[in-house]
């Protein structure tokens, strides 16, 4: 009789994992999204421990990231049409990528991306950039400037060598912002270096709060921090003096934040 009833103890166990198994998307869906590593990336859930894992998956899930920049376009966070793909030179070109005409931003001309760098701008500029603004100044920003997305180049212009992350779109350069009350934020007027980090070049002013724009030093700092959130590569002026007027975004397979 025990004997049976351990069997039929194993059938049970056995039976549910089966049924566990079949069933496991509508079981997944159930754990709240906090507590569930494979739930996909949500536009308005705020950064928590498994950020970084759902943004490595986009870059293998061509259509959960297509679905999460729809939901960006539903919330107005977003303009977007696919591109098609293209192939511009040795090691240069884009697959999947997407026309980005504004985001919650206006942009200015419409520019390239891959679809899990313009996944990643819409989630800063929602988390940390526009909560930033707010904070520092009390009004969001809404205009982005910027050196581009796509170009079919070597890392630092170079020629040869390594292809930079943008000849993929999957970079952007950006240099600056303009605030709703028309205020000019420059990554390269405003951006106090770190203190641990000498300056490397005469040229970039050492200290923004000299010209009373302590709040824009403090704000560029929450928005390079907060990028190292949603990109791999961060690359700012404490990097090098080639970063001495923009922060450098990319989704590539290394991770920097400097
Ligand atoms: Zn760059």
């Given at each position: 009789v025990r004997k049976a009833l351990g069997i039929g103890v194993l059938l049970v166990i056995a039976l549910g994992v089966a049924v566990g198994f079949a069933r496991r998307d509508e079981l997944l869906a159930m754990v709240p999204y906090r507590w569930?590593?494979?739930?996909?990336?949500?536009?308005?859930e705020p950064p928590d421990r498994f950020l970084r894992l759902r943004l490595e998956r986009l870059r293998q899930d061509p259509r959960g990231c297509a679905d999460l920049l729809a939901s960006a376009a539903t919330l107005g966070d977003l303009m977007h049409e696919p591109v098609p793909d293209r192939e511009t030179g040795p090691g240069c070109g884009f697959a999947g990528a997407v026309k980005v005409s504004?985001?919650?931003l206006r942009v200015g001309e419409p520019l390239a991306m891959s679809c899990p760098l313009a996944a990643s701008l819409v989630l800063w500029e929602r988390h940390v950039l526009q909560p930033a603004a707010v904070r520092r100044f009390g009004v969001p920003v809404r205009r982005l400037e910027h050196y581009g997305s796509y170009a079919c180049r070597g890392i630092y212009h170079r020629t040869g060598g390594p292809r930079s992350q943008h000849a993929t779109a999957n970079a952007i350069d950006v240099a600056g912002f303009v605030l709703a009350d028309g205020r000019r934020i420059r990554v390269r007027r405003d951006w106090v270096p770190t203190e641990s980090t000498p300056p490397?070049?005469?040229?970039?002013?050492?200290?923004a709060a000299s010209t009373g724009d302590a709040a824009a030093a403090l704000f560029l700092r929450d928005v390079r921090d907060g990028a190292c959130r949603y990109f791999d590569g961060v690359l700012g002026p404490d990097y090098n003096a080639a970063h001495r007027d923009h922060f450098h975004f990319d989704r590539g397979p290394y991770r920097v934040c400097r």
């Open positions: 569930n590593p494979w739930a996909p990336v949500a536009l308005t504004a985001t919650s490397r070049d005469a040229e970039r002013p050492t200290d």
